[in-house]
């Protein structure tokens, strides 16, 4: 979805990357996922936005992890600071579109505009297709 953001608007993409990368597979990813969510775990980040200051709204894409912000993106805004930024929230899902993340992050960045309503959810089975979906998003929100 972000690669499809980029390309329809030209933008940068940024990936958060963890100090220790995370499973390659599923079952074992959702079973680490788990622990971290019940254990309030913040893996450590390795890389930073470099140049934030560049940039006024951000379209901040994640997936759901059980029914959550994977813990690394807990970690990201806890130690990101985005006062004065808009952020436009998209993810993918397993079935429970935003599930009070977005409301998550307007919390975790009470000093960004975090624009609840203006979001994109999909389903993860319907990414592979869901290009045009993606372009007609950006283009209600202005984009």
Not at 14 to 41: K, M, R
Request: glycine share 6%.
């Amino acid at each position: 979805m972000a690669y499809w953001i980029k390309e329809q608007m030209g933008s940068d993409v940024f990936q958060i990357n963890t100090v220790d990368a995370y499973p390659g597979d599923h079952d074992e990813l959702v079973a680490q996922g788990e622990a971290e969510n019940e254990n309030n775990f913040r893996p450590e980040i390795a890389n930073q936005i470099e140049n934030l200051e560049d940039y006024d709204t951000i379209l901040f894409g994640y997936p759901i992890w059980v029914y959550d912000l994977p813990s690394v993106v807990y970690s990201f805004l806890e130690d990101t600071e985005f006062s004065g930024k808009t952020i436009i929230p998209f993810n993918a899902h397993g079935g429970s579109e935003f599930t009070g993340t977005r409301e998550a992050i307007a919390e975790l960045e009470p000093n960004a505009i975090v624009e609840i309503d203006n979001g994109l959810t999909i389903s993860r089975n319907d990414v592979p297709n869901a290009q045009q979906e993606v372009v007609d998003w950006l283009t209600d929100i202005g984009y």
